[in-house]
């Protein structure tokens, strides 16, 4: 049943999930807005860190207020005001801040011809702008009514790079050589045949992206680039270390090789870290720009390619070329992994054949040490009871004189022999019994 002014939220009667308004929000962050024609529309794109981001926010804010208009909201990604006759929209991206000016109809065509005045004398109302990072991209789009082939293109594009198609299912075109002016914007005409006004704000925009990532797109090629010497490099040192590890033995050999393959294995990881961000957000503006040229359904002119055949032959080698780079990067990863592996299992075969020739040194040492303690124990049983006996003896002696004078008389001599073998047997039955002892405690 419809709500009533009476009846409660939704958020009154449950608790929301603390993402549903962004959520929500996402939908509508950056929704297409009406263009009329003719329109003139300058747009830049700067590249910017969490931190420059903050800042640009801040200075865009300052610039609103000084000019009387309300800033973007704190968690807004995109915001639209008016100065002056033109209208100015900011947009936040992941790593990029962009801003496109609308400029007013009335100065749009100067002597018939679009892009006249040249960007360049248009240059001053950008400067308005604080530029929160380095500048990538600069457009400059001008949107035309129809006037069939009136229109001089070789004098507007290079002719050969010149890229037509009609969109919108006949309803405009749009052109553009992809090449900067001498001002350094990169030209392109969209030539309405009859559509509306928000038909035409949402391929201006959707134009304005693809020339935006399809250059984000391609911060990944020096990126590929450069890395290609360094992982030709591994990839011939780790070809080497594999072939060394066929002819290598002992232990300091194959440490030392599992050092040199651990050192690659480091340098490889460092370098696809560093990548990683620029090789994924690579893959995804292509996407984007695919998904682009796919929604504006672009026909071809006779004579010309279209955008999407210009950017196939240009935009996609390119693109291979990263993935070849990331895809290298993976399989060294897996191979220094494979083959350190492999060089860790003959080391710890080689350590463990050591340890096992020590343990039986170690037995063979503990069985000389319990031969030796036996001879040991042998001699000082022996040793123990020649001093008992000789004890015994002089005890005999002692004894003897006054024993004879009673009447009970006998041989010291006889006595004393007859005393070594009890002597002998109990000094080594206490030895044996000490010796157990200390077994035990062991």
Known sequence: MPRTESSPAIGAVFQDHPLRAPVLAELHARPFMPVATPARVLHV????????????????????????????????????????????????????????????????????????????????????LPQPG????????????????????????????????????????????????PSGFVRILVRDRGMTRDASGALVQRVLEIETYRTLALLGLPEAQGLVPTVAKIENQLSTITREMRESEGLIANNRLLGALTSLAAELEADAAASLFRFGATRAYEEIVTQRLQVIGERQISGYPTWQQFLLRRLQPAMRTCQSVEQRQANLSVKLTSAANLLRTR??????????????????????????????????????????????????????????????????????????????????????RIRRGHIDEA
């Open 45 to 128: 794109a700067f590249l910017v860190d969490r931190e420059q981001a903050a800042a640009d926010r801040a200075a865009f804010a300052g610039l609103c207020a000084a000019r009387g208009q309300p800033g973007p909201a704190r968690e807004a990604k995109q915001h639209r005001v008016a100065f002056g006759g033109a209208v100015l929209r900011w947009e936040r991206h992941a790593e990029f801040t962009t801003y496109t000016w609308e400029l007013p109809s009335e100065d749009l065509i100067d002597g018939g011809l679009p892009f006249h005045p040249a960007s360049g004398a248009l240059v001053a109302t950008l400067a308005q």
């Open 134 to 181: 380095p500048l990538l991209v600069a457009v400059d789009l001008q949107l035309v009514t129809d006037t069939a082939d009136s229109l001089a293109l070789d004098r507007l594009f290079d002719r050969s790079s010149l890229a037509r198609s009609d969109v919108e299912d006949g309803f405009a075109e749009i052109a553009t050589d992809f090449q900067p002016d």
């Open 347 to 432: 080391v710890d075969v080689e350590l463990e054949q050591q340890n096992r020739d020590l343990l039986s040194s170690m037995n063979k040492r503990a069985r000389m040490q319990l031969r030796l303690q036996q001879t040991v124990e042998g001699l000082s049983v022996a040793a123990i009871s020649y001093y008992v006996v000789s004890l015994v003896h002089y005890v005999f002696e002692g004894v003897h004189p006054t024993l004879e004078h009673v009447g009970m008389n006998f041989d010291v001599g006889l006595a004393t022999a007859l005393s070594v073998p009890v002597v002998a047997f109990v000094i080594w039955s206490v030895v044996r």
